[in-house]
C-alpha cells in the first residue's frame, strides 16, 4: 500500500528490548522487499527518535500503521516528546489483547519538535489491498523481473512449462514462500479492486476519481 500511494516504506521493529536477538527479525523484515530500511527501537526510550531521524526532518510526514498494540501510540509520544503536553493514550497488553478494543480510535496529526509530521493510526483491521497492481509489482520485483523472461505472457508460475520463476525457486535463488505470498496479494487485490461490466460483459476496471 506504501508502494502504490507513492510513500516509502520503512519498517519499524517495536519492543526491540524484548527480544534476546533482534538481528534475526531484522534480517527477516529485510527479505520482504528490495532495499527495504528496517530498524529495531524500543519506542518507550527516548532514543527511538534518533532511529527514525531520516524520516523526521522538516517537510516530511511518516504515518504510523500496524495492529494495534504494537506500540504506535508510544512511538508518537516518544517523538513528540510528549512527557510533557499532551500525550496519545497507550494500551496495556490486557486492553487490546482482551477484547481486541482499541487504545486509539481515530486517526492523529502531530508535530515533531524541529522536524515534520507523524501520523497515529489506529489498528489495520479496515485496511485491505485493493488497486494496489504497481505497489505489488515493486513488492515482489523478484518475482515480476523474471516474468518477462516465462514462456507465456500470462504464466501463473504455477506449472506452466518454461516458467522463469520456477527456475529460479529450483535453483535456490527465489525461496517458495515468495511465489505464494505473491499470489495471495494479487488475488486479494483482485477480489477486493471494483470492477464495472462494459458492453458485452466485458470488465471494466473502474478508474479513480482523483
Ligand atoms: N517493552 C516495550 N513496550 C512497549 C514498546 N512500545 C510500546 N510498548 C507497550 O505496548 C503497549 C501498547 O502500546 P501502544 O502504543 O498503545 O500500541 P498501539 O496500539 O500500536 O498504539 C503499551 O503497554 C506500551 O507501553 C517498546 O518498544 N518496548
Ligand atoms: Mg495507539
Ligand atoms: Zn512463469
Redesign the pocket.
Known sequence: MANQAGSKPVIVL?????ADDGGLFQAQAETLQRDLPVVA?????AD?SSFLNAWCAIGQTIA?V????????????TLTRAAFGPK??????R??DAQGR???TARSLHAIPGGGWVI?T??IRTLYVSDATDGIDTLFSDITELAPLCRFRDCTHLHEPGCAVQAAVKSGALPYHRIERWRSLVSENRDRTPVISGPRGNKIVRKKKY
Open positions: 517495536t519492543k526491540a528490548d524484548t527501537l524500543n519506542g518507550r526510550s527511538a504510523l500496524g495492529s494495534s498494540g504494537v506500540g504506535k501510540s508510544t512511538l508518537v509520544n496519545q493514550k497507550t494500551g496495556t497488553i486492553e487490546y482499541h487504545t486509539t497515529d489506529p489498528g
